[in-house]
């Protein structure tokens, strides 16, 4: 049996706080961040709906005016990066140690070269100035060496590099491995998903705009954040105390083989993905104790997962509590996965169940749901499982476990 | 599972390979007759948005299959790992072009689907109807890197019975003009490994995990000046070429060293029949 690989450290940016405790206290009150935000086109502010990432702390030992400066994408992967590692006590305790990163990422090169174009450069028609991948610069900036990944599965990017993290630590291949993922809001990428008609256009009520499951859905809201996580061994774990967040118990990835954008009406792949992650962590449908849904506020989307939960919890279906944290914090696109990981984390650390809000009228066809609408509960949590879904046809879950 | 080593390193066998290369001015035909997988029925307009560097990944995995009689059927729970590089440059210049004069309305809306790094292995997954994960790798530079390394430790992530490793980009990158055509002629490569878990046969890819690679980042770099890789990036290009000597009956063996201090190898067996026996 291999070894248990646990989360020993992590560090966010979200649209609900840049801490753990702070992701919580919002989860868990309900709190949405979503609001009116603007994208700048041109030179006009378009106004829009979003999830904003505030502030991004300056990690430590970084000068604030150089971090100011660098494109937001890398301040976001740089700050939840660092965050992890000082979390997990090995900022400055990492010389020994070979630190694999694997960074969840959709638009890595389409972010650097909007960013660039809308500072006035052109950098997309410069390819010797496109010198150094995102995971490259993090590795660099912490002064840490091992191997590294860029990996992208589009909203599901933030599971698979975790996945892939857990399978270097077991292989031996690092010693710890950073993993999570990061993202920007883009006008560009608004633009497609919003030409896509895949977006809220409930600007007169944004706070109520990211609904999912609720029968007046009409799009979800995008927003942006990061969250990286440091895994380990469980045997490293214990050997210098440090704290355990959670187990990576299991993981699960499959192909609609359908279409590149709309979801399969098949649920069997997307099921699929969900008993494999259960069977890795050999863990049975009943005994998850939450589940994080995709569900991003879309009505092929969410009616797609629910038959798909279906399938797998079966019986169990509506005694398995289930809810969506974008209704809270937006989709957080290529970070999603990593985000709503950090929200498992605090169901299981709380013993609590983050709620769906606006989940007024639930949609007949998801109603089959263990739904938690408006309000957090206390619920006896020790495993959860969560699923990410992306373009391309990518079905992915993640299953996590309290550590004894 | 094994901890790799220098004496045991990661390994997969290889079972087929196939290799494509297109210039820019080919692509116009080549989006109006989608490459036919058996039991697969695509639209006549599927490739019509897709990114140059899917395109030419899926002929060199039609390519593969003929070669090594593959039924592409047999592997619907197999993975697609694909590690292309700057997917969607060309495209980019026209969208960020479009949205300069238009705003958000003036975006396309494949522009996401079929121009980031999951764009490949997602186009690839439905054109041969395969249901294991289908992932992107890389995307930048060293995407080859990443892609290799992937491909050898994702094997018992999701139970994977084999895994279509593709590796593509353009040679050389093209330096587009203000309409997303390059400037110069550019050949876009694409090499296709089927690889299964273990090391049957003279056919493999391996990784061999080295040191730790500390004396990389020893001085710790500014955040406005990085220290860049002095290593030569390894092109798709020489791993076409290994593939193509060993499809002429010469025995080869491309290696190079990653970045983080590792090193992966791929041994081509010369016949193709020693290749077959494998699978």
């Known amino acids: 049996m291999p070894e248990q690989v646990w989360i020993t450290g992590l560090g966010l940016a979200t649209p609900l706080g840049d801490t753990l405790d702070a992701l919580a206290e919002n989860l868990l009150a309900g709190r949405s961040a979503t609001r009116q935000v603007f994208d700048r086109q041109g030179d006009r502010l378009v106004p829009c709906v979003g999830a904003a990432v505030e502030r ?129 809001a883009c006008p560009i990428t608004r633009g497609n998903f919003q030409n896509l008609r895949a977006l809220s256009r409930r600007m007169d009520d944004p706070e109520r705009a990211s609904r999912p ?73 009943e005994n998850i104790g939450y589940v994080n849904a995709h569900a991003t506020s879309t009505t092929v989307g969410d009616r797609a997962e629910a038959r798909a939960l279906r399938l797998v919890f079966g019986p169990h279906t509506a005694t398995t509590p289930v809810s969506s944290t974008k209704s809270m914090t937006g989709h957080l696109v290529s970070a999603a996965a990593a985000v709503e990981a950090a929200a498992c984390i605090v169901a299981i650390q709380q013993q609590a169940l983050p709620p769906t809000i606006n989940l007024d009228q639930p949609d007949p066809d998801c109603g089959e749901l263990c739904h938690v609408p408006h309000q957090a509960r206390a619920a006896r949590v020790e495993t959860t499982l969560s699923n990410s879904f992306g373009f391309g046809g990518s079905n992915t879950s993640l299953v996590l476990r309290k550590v004894a | 599972m094994s901890t790799p080593s220098p004496d045991s390193p990661l390994e997969a066998a290889i079972v087929a390979v196939g290799t494509a290369a297109f210039a820019q001015g080919e692509f116009v035909a080549l989006r109006k007759t989608p490459p036919a997988f058996p039991g697969v029925e695509l639209a006549g307009h599927f490739l019509k948005h897709a990114d140059e560097q899917t395109i030419v990944a899926l002929e060199a995995v039609r390519r593969a ?166 290593r030569p990036e390894p092109s798709v290009a020489e791993v076409a070429a290994c593939v193509e000597s060993a499809e002429r009956g010469l025995a080869t063996r491309w290696s190079c060293w990653l970045p983080w201090g590792g090193r992966i190898e791929l041994r081509l067996a010369a016949a193709e029949q020693t290749l077959r026996r494998a699978a």
């Open chain 1, 56 to 184: 991004i702390n300056v990690p430590q030992g970084f000068e604030p005016a150089a971090f100011a400066a660098l494109p937001r994408l890398r301040q976001m992967a740089l700050a939840c990066a660092a965050g992890a590692l000082a979390d997990a006590g090995l900022l400055d305790d990492s010389d020994d140690l070979r630190v694999g990163i694997v960074l969840g990422q959709g638009g890595e090169w389409y972010r650097t070269w909007q960013e660039d174009a809308a500072g006035g450069g052109d950098q997309i028609r410069h390819p010797q100035r496109d010198r150094q991948s995102l995971v490259s610069f993090v590795q660099q900036q912490l002064g840490v060496s091992g191997a590294i990944a860029s990996v992208g599965a589009a909203c599901a990017s933030g599971n698979y590099a975790i996945a892939l993290a857990r399978q270097w630590v077991r292989h031996g291949l690092v010693d710890v491995c950073l993993a999570g993922s990061a993202e920007i």
């Open chain 1, 213 to 285: 499951f609720d029968r007046d859905r009409d799009g979800f809201v995008m927003g942006e954040g990061g969250a990286v996580f440091l895994l380990e061994s469980a045997s490293s774990a214990r050997r210098r105390s440090a704290r355990a967040y959670a187990e990576v118990a299991g993981f699960g990835a499959t192909s609609d083989a359908s279409h590149m954008v709309i979801p399969s009406e098949n649920p069997a792949p997307a099921a699929d993905a969900m008993r494999g992650a259960l069977a890795d962590a050999q863990i049975d449908p």
């Open chain 2, 65 to 230: 299959a003929e070669r090594f009689e593959l039924d592409t059927r047999d592997h619907e729970r197999w993975a697609i790992v694909a590690a292309p590089k700057f997917v969607g440059r060309l495209a980019g210049v026209q969208i960020l072009e479009r949205f300069a004069k238009s705003g958000g309305s003036g975006v396309p809306p494949h522009a996401v689907a079929q121009n980031s790094l999951h764009s490949v292995s997602g186009a690839v997954s439905i054109a041969l109807g395969i249901h294991g994960p289908n992932v992107g790798l890389g995307g930048g530079p060293w995407a080859m890197a990443d892609g290799l390394t992937a491909a050898l430790t994702l094997f018992d992530t999701a139970r994977i019975p084999g895994i279509w490793l593709l590796l593509t980009q353009f040679d050389p990158e093209p330096t587009p003009d203000e309409q997303g055509r390059p400037l110069a002629g550019t050949t876009c490569h694409a090499v296709a490994l089927a690889l299964m878990p273990g090391a049957a046969g003279n056919s493999r890819l391996s990784l061999y995990p080295g040191s730790a690679g500390r004396e990389l980042s020893r001085d710790k770099p500014t955040l406005d000046k990085p220290t860049l890789d002095k």
